[in-house]
């Protein structure tokens, strides 16, 4: 199971909604299930006995960097007789789908798991790897994305922009109608996650018979969501909105400054990520991979 939004967009409550449930164990975004793929490559022809298990799961836990779920997973890598029941169950289903799915369970044995992640552009890899997976994509207005983005990380308005609209898009181009996915605006799931909750633990195979309880310990605050409103300058709130006119008003979000679309620039895009990225890779040359910070300028470039 797979929570997916983009930053400031409530994806740490519903993580913590779906995490409490007995019966998952969740990341949280973690990199593992995408970049443990490549890891996982260079080694799938060497995997004939525990020790080369043990191998690969060092290899995991040295090269892809994962702060933000270091505990966990520490946890899990530390089991001695780790290497050896994954092994065996590499054996039974040899390939990346099962090496992950035994690590992410391992901590408390749990018969499901999941990721909280904030690139929906990722989830066809997922699929590709877990088919039966279910995603639980939230979307939020523009402008409260930009007042919490601004506020929680300085980011600029050109990109939250960016990023707002790269969520959109695939949203309403590609995953709204498949039924993998359930799409659902955050005010509305703060408002009552319960029918959110039952179609994912459902369609997951998982009980719904924790969601009460969880909804009670994790409740929603639907009211401070449109706190924009008193926080955002107008000026920025109706640039915000002509780059994002469009898609917003597709989501059921209505511009109330904006009047046309305006194009978020080529130059602009690039810009957004350099200020974002540039002083974090100056100070740690090593994030560049990290960050993917080439593959983001050439989204940016290209306008994905």
């Not at 409550?13 to 990341?27: I, K, R, T």
């Not at 181009?173 to 009552?192: G, K, Q, S, T």
């Not at 898609?247 to 059921?252: D, H, N, S, T, V």
Request: net charge negative; glycine share 6%; charged share 30%.
């Amino acid at each position: 199971v797979w929570v997916v939004g983009t930053t400031r967009s409530g994806t740490s409550w519903v993580f913590d909604l779906v995490a409490s449930h007995p019966d998952v164990s969740m990341g949280y975004e973690t990199k593992i299930p995408v970049e443990g793929i490549v890891v996982y490559e260079r080694r799938k022809y060497r995997l004939g006995d525990p020790l080369a298990m043990a191998g690969l799961l060092e290899d995991l836990r040295l090269s892809v960097d994962d702060p933000t779920n270091e505990g966990n997973n520490e946890a899990a890598f530390l089991q001695p007789d780790l290497p050896r029941r994954i092994h065996e169950a590499h054996e039974a289903a040899p390939g990346w789908a099962t090496v992950c799915a035994e690590l992410f369970t391992a901590v408390e044995g749990t018969s499901h798991w999941g990721n909280k992640m904030l690139r929906v552009e990722l989830t066809p890899l997922l699929r590709e790897h877990w088919p039966d997976s279910r995603f639980l994509v939230l979307t939020r207005d523009p402008r409260g994305v930009l007042a919490s983005q601004a506020k929680k990380f300085d980011h600029s308005l050109d990109y939250s922009a960016m990023y707002w609209l790269t969520h959109a898009n695939w949203v309403l181009e590609r995953i709204r109608d498949d039924p993998a996915y359930r799409v659902v605006d955050l005010v509305d799931m703060a408002r009552d996650p319960r029918p959110h909750l039952e179609w994912l633990f459902t369609e997951a195979g998982l009980s719904t018979d924790p969601i009460d309880e969880l909804v009670q310990r994790f409740p929603g605050d639907p009211d401070r969501l449109d706190s924009w409103r008193e926080k955002l300058d107008p000026n920025r709130q109706r640039r915000m909105e002509e780059y994002c006119f469009s898609q917003m008003r597709a989501l059921g979000y209505e511009p109330e400054l904006a009047s046309h679309q305006r194009e978020l620039g080529r130059a602009r895009r690039l810009w957004a990520q350099v200020r974002t990225y540039g002083s974090r890779v100056a100070a740690a040359p090593d994030k560049v991979r990290q960050k993917q910070v080439f593959k983001r300028l050439q989204a940016a470039l290209g306008g994905g």
